[in-house]
């Protein structure tokens, strides 16, 4: 899966994700494997966390959900998102799966919601950095690009383009009269030094 590009993933197929990857459970053997003796009894609480894991991405937020006995709740609405990172050990790199690690500014330093078992982990996360920054896809706007292909025109591309620099250059226009007005202005008495 490395180093081919992956077809483009709309909003929809997104929000169809539910479970994480069946190779989520495969990590989970291997990690428990570590202490072989104990392999049987630190697999059990594995193997309930996958069976039970939940998430669903809607147009509201993020939820995930898991446990039997001590059931765990996380809903984050798509403004509280802080940052998104994206862990792969090397173990999960081989079984082609990944963690979403989602952050807010809770003043925790771990992640306040871990979506394990991604095998789209790229297209989740750039799914939700557009969501974090307010961008939704009207259906208009979805039919059209469906309809096209979904490749901007060249008349978009171009307006886009013309808009962006025009922006760049009134903002070299504001430093280079902030700096004029800086290099005209007196000396105070206390920069004479």
């Known amino acids: 899966m490395e180093g081919r590009p992956e077809p483009p993933i709309d909003d929809a197929a997104i929000h169809a994700i539910h479970r994480p990857h069946r190779s989520l459970l495969l990590l989970y053997g291997i990690q428990s494997l570590a202490g072989t ?39 984050l609405t798509y403004k509280r998102i802080q940052d998104i990172h994206v862990k792969r050990n090397f173990i999960e790199r081989w ?12 003043g925790s330093s771990s992640a306040e919601l871990s979506l394990e078992g991604m095998e789209h982990y790229e297209r989740v996360r750039d799914f939700l950095y557009r969501r974090m920054r307010g961008y939704t896809e009207s259906p208009q706007q979805a039919a059209g690009a469906a309809a096209a292909g979904g490749a901007p025109s060249a008349g978009d591309t171009a307006d886009t383009a013309g808009d962006l620099v025009a922006l760049l250059n009134a903002m070299r226009d504001d430093l280079e009269g902030a700096r004029r007005a800086l290099e005209r202005r007196p000396p105070s008495a206390g920069e004479n030094g």
């Open 37 to 75: 003796l104990l392999a049987p009894i630190v697999f059990v609480p594995f193997f309930f966390k996958y069976h039970t894991l939940r998430y669903t991405l809607d147009d509201e937020g993020i939820s995930a959900s898991w446990g039997i006995l001590f059931r765990r709740e996380i809903h």
């Open 95 to 106: 079984l082609g799966i990944a963690t979403v690690e989602i952050q807010t500014a809770s």
